[in-house]
């Protein structure tokens, strides 16, 4: 089955700095990858997502870059403020016609200090 | 749109008894809802894919005996914890998919067993 690892487990930045996290997937299958930030205590959230035609996807502070052939994906975030503080998952799936099942990354805690 | 919600939000029952979540798609229908676990501080294990009017499709160690799952309708799918123990506290989450890739994410139930 697919499997996907999540780096850093935690990343610590200054506000106003940019924050990248980055994954990898086992399963060449998987051609969806959404991102997803959750705060303590709530379900996770639907920031961006990117799907494998596509090599970069961008909305505002937020953008997301794909590399099928490396088998990586990454979320970047610029001028980071307080408010991005929370804990943030990749996944990975191969999509709607082969069941839809997501697989999660470890996740990363991210700290914005003021 | 794509809200999702769940309830109850937190529970606390004795151990022995019963406890049912409900995940509701509140302006979108689900032909597919998943059942997440999520334990302190980790990531998020598939426990279930639920199609509306077939049986539930397991996760390979979760016991469909005990976590029973109905998704009676396009917008309502529950979850029921049968003859909770301690160590079935944690906290569960539902995803919601229209006819797409995206997984939408209610806002948790912590259940804890006494």
């Known amino acids: 089955g697919e499997n996907v690892e999540q780096h850093p487990s935690t990343l610590s930045v200054q506000e106003g700095d940019s924050a990248v996290i980055k994954c990898t997937y086992s399963?060449?299958?998987?051609?969806?990858f959404p991102w997803y930030k959750q705060e303590l205590g709530k379900g996770p959230q639907l920031i961006i997502d990117i799907r494998s035609n596509v090599g970069e996807k961008k909305d505002q502070r937020i953008a997301v870059t794909l590399n099928k052939t490396a088998k990586h994906f990454s979320l970047h975030i610029t001028e980071t403020q307080p408010e991005d503080s929370a804990v943030y998952f990749c996944a990975a799936s191969p999509g709607r016609a082969a069941g839809n099942k997501l697989t999660f990354g470890g996740g990363t805690r991210v700290l914005v200090k003021p | 749109g794509a809200v999702v919600s769940q309830h109850p939000s937190w529970v606390i029952c004795k151990s022995g008894t019963s406890v049912k979540i409900e995940c509701r798609s509140l302006?979108?229908?689900?032909?597919?809802m998943f059942w997440y676990r999520q334990f302190p501080k980790q990531s998020l294990m598939l426990m279930a894919t639920?199609?509306?009017?077939?049986?539930?499709?397991?996760e390979q160690g979760v016991e469909k005996d005990k976590f029973l799952i109905n998704h009676a309708s396009l917008t309502l799918s529950t979850l029921t914890v049968t003859s909770a123990h301690p160590e079935d506290s944690s906290f569960y989450i539902c995803?919601?998919?229209?006819?797409?890739?995206?997984?939408?994410f209610g806002p948790g139930t912590r259940l804890t067993v006494l």
């Open positions: 302006d979108f229908q689900a032909t597919t």
């Open positions: 399963d060449s299958a998987s051609n969806y």
């Open positions: 639920s199609n509306e009017g077939s049986k539930a499709t397991y």
């Open positions: 995803s919601a998919s229209p006819h797409t890739d995206t997984q939408y």
